[in-house]
Structure formats: structure tokens, C-alpha cells
Nanobody, 127 residues
Framework: QLQLVEYRGGLVQPGGSLRLACVAS????????MGWFRQAPGKEREGVSC????????TYSDSVKGRFTISRDNAKNMVYLQMNSLKPEDTAVYYC????????????????????WGQGTQVTVSS
């Protein structure tokens, strides 16, 4: 059974850091681009970052570029999102997602390209 499970969300002060983790099961991670989306209350879902399957090239939204880093460990079936210099506007539920195919470059604007989603983990940035 294909499954994506996120964890390590939580409450952090502005300027702090969190490292989200996603464990993938039921498919071979090597073959797929992976990403993270987020959704804040009252706002539309937003693509945050993705990482390609073959080149390892990553893409980021303008709102997190320079602060967030996505990575993957295919041997451990894991995808990570390192989040630094967190801001209150980063508060949202964060979702690990699988793109329906692998490539040398991924985009993170269109959620329709991502066919499996985790249940989400809450990240709250507040003092």
C-alpha cells in the first residue's frame, strides 16, 4: 500500500529551524520526483519545493528560497525539508507529495502533477 507519512512538525519561535521528514512506502522512491506543499488557514495550497528523481535538482517557491532546503535519501525511503529562519507566515500544514513521474527537473506550482499526498504535519511559527 502506497503511503507518505510526515513528522517532526511543531511549534517554533520566529528565526528558528525545523526539519520535516517524510517516510515513503509502497513504491520505489528512486523513480519519482518528490515535493512539499503547504496550506495555511484561509489560504490556497502553495507549492514549497520539489526535488527531481534523476538529477537531484531542486526547485523552490520565491517565498522560501534561500531559507528552505529539500533533500532525499532513496536508500532510506526518506524525503526531508530543512526550514531555517522561519517566519510567522510559514505557519501552515505541510504535506509531503509524490509527483506522478520522475524527471531531471521538477516544478512545484501545479498540485495536479502530484498524485499521492501525506496526511500533513502542522508547523506553527510564533513567539
Amino acid at each position: 500500500q502506497l503511503q507518505l507519512v510526515e513528522y517532526r512538525g511543531g511549534l517554533v519561535q520566529p528565526g528558528g529551524s525545523l526539519r520535516l521528514a517524510c517516510v515513503a512506502s509502497g513504491f520505489i522512491l528512486d523513480y519519482y520526483d518528490m515535493g512539499w506543499f503547504r496550506q495555511a488557514p484561509g489560504k490556497e495550497r502553495e507549492g514549497v519545493s520539489c526535488i527531481s528523481s534523476s538529477s537531484g535538482r531542486s526547485t523552490y517557491s520565491d517565498s522560501v528560497k534561500g531559507r528552505f532546503t529539500i533533500s532525499r535519501d532513496n536508500a532510506k525511503n526518506m524525503v526531508y525539508l530543512q526550514m531555517n529562519s522561519l517566519k510567522p507566515e510559514d505557519t501552515a500544514v505541510y504535506y509531503c507529495v509524490r509527483r506522478s513521474y520522475g524527471s531531471t527537473w521538477c516544478a512545484v506550482k501545479d498540485p495536479v502533477q502530484y498524485d499521492y499526498w501525506g496526511q500533513g504535519t502542522q508547523v506553527t511559527v510564533s513567539s
